[in-house]
T-cell receptor, first 112, second 118 residues
């Protein structure tokens, strides 16, 4: 069945450090891939998405490229800020409107 | 942007009582809402799909008599955990799929409800 494997946290970085959160997936066909972010006390918010192979999603300095050959969708940011501290979820969705499959979430703390 | 309100954010109850969790889409209509559950250090698992005006569709292994879902309007779905027990303690989160949106695989999530059963 469909699944998402996400690197375990927690991750603690200093401000302006480089961030990578690994995500790999298992799915038949061509799923859409997502990164969601959850700030403390808030719901999950869509951070970025990619709907086909080699697409790059980007938002707020974060990027992730849909790599079908490695079934990966790693999240990267060149210089993290304290305000990026949150829990990040990788997810896939195979059919429009259908359920999402989530990774376990990675907690990121950025210290000044 | 679209807002989904989930209430309460945290609830502590005694074993054997029932708890109702509300999920409201504040500025859009949603014929479909989803209920997820997250165990510690595990991913969010879909419990059921809630459709306005019809019965919810439950995922395999989820007890429909235990987790009652009602989607009576286009902006409200409720999850009732009946006769709660300590093993029901978890983080529950809802999401809503906007009606008529072009990018229909974008769901909007509530902030979640932390349920603790004593």
């Amino acid at each position: 069945g469909d699944s998402v494997t996400q690197m375990e946290g927690p991750v603690t970085l200093s401000e302006e450090a480089f961030l990578t959160i690994n995500c790999t997936y298992t799915a038949t066909g061509y799923p859409s891939l997502f990164w969601y972010v959850q700030y403390p006390g808030e719901g999950l918010q869509l951070l970025l998405k990619a709907t086909k192979a080699d697409d790059k999603g980007s938002n707020k300095g974060f990027e992730a490229t849909y790599r079908k050959e490695t079934t990966s969708f790693h999240l990267e940011k060149g210089s993290v800020q304290v305000s990026d501290s949150a829990v990040y979820f990788c997810a896939l969705n195979r059919y429009t409107g259908n359920q999402f499959y989530f990774g376990t979430g990675t907690s990121l703390t950025v210290i000044p | 942007g679209a807002v989904v309100s989930q209430h309460p954010s945290r609830v502590i109850c005694k074993s054997g009582t029932s708890v109702k969790i509300e999920c409201r889409s504040l500025d859009f209509q949603a014929t479909t809402m989803f209920w997820y559950r997250q165990f510690p250090k595990q991913s969010l698992m879909l419990m059921a799909t809630s459709n306005e005006g019809s019965k919810a569709t439950y995922e395999q292994g989820v007890e429909k008599d235990k987790f009652l879902i009602n989607h009576a309007s286009l902006t409200l779905s409720t999850l009732t955990v009946t006769s709660a027990h300590p093993e029901d303690s978890s983080f529950y989160i809802c999401s809503a799929l906007p009606l008529g949106r072009i990018a229909k695989n974008i769901q909007y999530f509530g902030a979640g409800t932390r349920l603790s059963v004593l």
